[in-house]
């Protein structure tokens, strides 16, 4: 609804052209370091946009992303430990995280505002409870992934993960569909009086949203091949899914692109130059984007050019 | 057939008894005035036709169908549509943007849907607005776009509720003329505190006092009925 048609082929062009660029940087003799901060990039890429595909979209604010991603991780190694092929051990990831946002989605979607908020606080909470006491997924000493990988399949994987969330986001974005989701976040109660079905809308919206969440926590998985319980679910996780977008631009479909960066830039200089108060320096350099930018740095940064396209989507973080 | 009936609908909100019994008939086209003090429960009403409130008794039919049960978006979907007292527009979408939003027509494609709301937003006069924010119209605008965005639905049933209200007289002849032209095959149900400029326009007129229907029939009934005086200037003292 956004773009024109030669604009649109443009957008989404862009993306992959980005994410060949990087796949190709081993190939330019960039350093391991490098390759790290790129992988690192398309993992929290991946991670702001499936929040931004949710959340942003439709103005439910979720913390439960990082537990999604958590579950794609256990999921998937816990598939190959058990002696699944890699493609099925992989797709093991995705799917219950899809299944697991199905059991929140149902819960917890016709709370609006912050009572969503909370709820899925909550699940993020109890996720990291059960997989501490589950014998199964190794307690609180967690799993590791006994079979060992090439590091270069988690970096391709996160790459064309990244690329494809940021397409889906764009084909979302400029559908039907992705107005309606609009006018769910503006006004809910108008978006009904229309014939928006919205419960159904926002589970739909919710479950890919987990699905591309777990698919970042499962190639992650196969990337770090030790999971402990509590750095996986830890909150930080769902901090960054929603920093990004926060900091990029909510509801765009590139401003996560320059959140992500941004954020890994930032925090890379920071842990340099501030080693020991680096963390502060993150959450006021956040405070500093949010305060005076507060549709984020892409809709700023056109706005200053003023440029159309990107427009600027007011965060919202209640309903109506 | 009727396009609208209700029977014996009756909603409580805590102590206050919002909707007693109200039974009310629509024909196609034909516009109901629905007016009365403030508090007289006319946009609850409203809100138990829209299905935005559950009845605690009583029965929607439309076009003899029972949709008491169904949810605010199943009512939108048969042909219900409705504008809000207080403007509720999208304001980060387009005008066009708010006319696309709604559930699509029958068989149209994405492209039909698009010229459609051209159509229809040049008939509320906002074609030159199409690409702007609604954030950025002015109130008389935003009454327009509502009608526009609710026309998109393609109504059978049109609930306006307080259109007229917050606009300049010639902005509410224009919204008028906009709903005279609008009743042909449609029923049309307007809440409106503007009667003087209104009341012209109903084909019939309903009062409504304390969740009660006090008075129906043609305007010019309904005028000097005293028990409308009463409702809206209290009992004479001599």
């Known amino acids: ?320 | 057939m009727t396009l609208l009936t209700t029977r014996g609908l009756d909603r409580r909100f805590g102590g206050v008894h919002a909707v007693r019994g109200v039974d009310l008939d629509v024909s196609p086209g034909e516009v109901v005035g629905l007016f009365g003090p403030n508090g007289a429960g006319k946009t609850t009403l409203f809100n138990l036709i829209a299905g935005s409130f559950r009845p605690d008794s009583g029965q929607v039919l439309l076009q003899g169908k029972d949709i008491t049960g169904l949810p605010a978006w199943r009512r939108a979907r048969l042909g219900i549509g409705r504008t809000f007292q207080v403007t509720r527009p999208f304001r980060d979408l387009t005008t066009i943007e708010n006319l696309l939003t709604g559930v699509p027509r029958k068989g149209s494609t994405r492209s039909h849907d698009a010229d459609l709301a051209r159509t229809l937003l040049a008939k509320v006069g906002l074609a030159e607005r199409a690409d702007e924010l609604a954030g950025r119209l002015t109130l008389g605008m935003l009454k327009r776009l509502e009608v526009a965005r609710v026309l998109a639905i393609d109504p059978t049933l049109l609930l306006l509720d307080e259109p007229l209200a917050g606009l300049t007289s010639r902005e509410a002849t224009e919204i008028l003329d906009l709903i005279v032209s609008l009743k042909a095959g449609i029923g049309i149900v307007m809440v409106e505190h503007n009667v003087r400029q209104s009341l012209p326009v109903c084909d019939r007129a309903v009062v409504m006092d304390a969740g009660k229907i006090i008075s129906s029939g043609t305007p010019e009934q309904v005028r000097t009925d005293p028990k409308v005086v009463q409702a809206y200037f209290g009992e004479k003292d001599d």
């Open chain 1, 1 to 320: 609804m956004a773009a024109s048609k030669p604009a649109f082929l443009a957008n989404m062009l862009a993306p992959v052209v980005v994410a060949a660029i990087a796949a190709l940087l081993p190939r330019f003799g960039a350093s391991s370091y490098v390759q790290i901060l790129v992988y690192y990039t398309a993992f929290y890429l991946a991670l702001g946009q499936a929040w931004n595909l949710m959340s942003g979209m439709t103005g439910y604010v979720s913390f439960a992303h990082g537990a999604l991603a958590g579950i794609g991780s256990y999921a998937t190694v816990m598939a190959i430990n058990a002696g699944w092929p890699l493609a099925a051990g992989i797709l093991a990831g995705p799917i219950v995280a899809l299944l697991a946002s199905l059991i929140i989605g149902a819960t917890s979607l016709r709370l609006r505002g912050t009572s969503f908020t909370f709820t899925t606080l909550f699940f993020q909470a109890l996720a990291l409870l059960i997989v501490r006491k589950l014998p199964a997924t190794g307690g609180p000493g967690g799993l590791t992934l006994e079979e060992i990988l090439p590091i270069w399949l988690p970096q391709l994987l996160m790459i064309a993960l990244a690329c494809a969330a940021t397409l889906v986001v764009l084909f979302v974005r400029n559908s039907r569909n992705g107005v309606r989701l609009l006018a769910i976040k503006g006004d809910e109660t108008a978006a009904l009086s229309l014939g928006i079905a919205s419960a159904r809308l926002k589970l739909v919206i919710f479950c890919a949203s987990a699905a591309i969440a777990g698919a970042a926590g499962a190639i992650h998985g196969l990337f770090t091949a030790s999971l402990y319980p509590d750095v996986v679910f830890s909150v930080d996780i769902s901090l960054i899914a929603l920093a990004v977008p926060l900091i990029g631009g909510v509801a765009t479909v590139f401003g996560p692109v320059l959140g992500a960066l941004f954020f890994v830039g930032m925090t890379e200089l920071l842990a340099v130059y501030l080693p020991s108060l680096h963390i502060v320096a993150i959450g006021v350099a956040l405070l500093i984007v949010i305060l005076f930018m507060p549709g984020g740095l892409l809709p700023f940064i056109a706005s200053c050019l003023r440029l159309r396209g990107e427009r600027p989507a007011v965060v919202k973080e209640v309903g109506p």
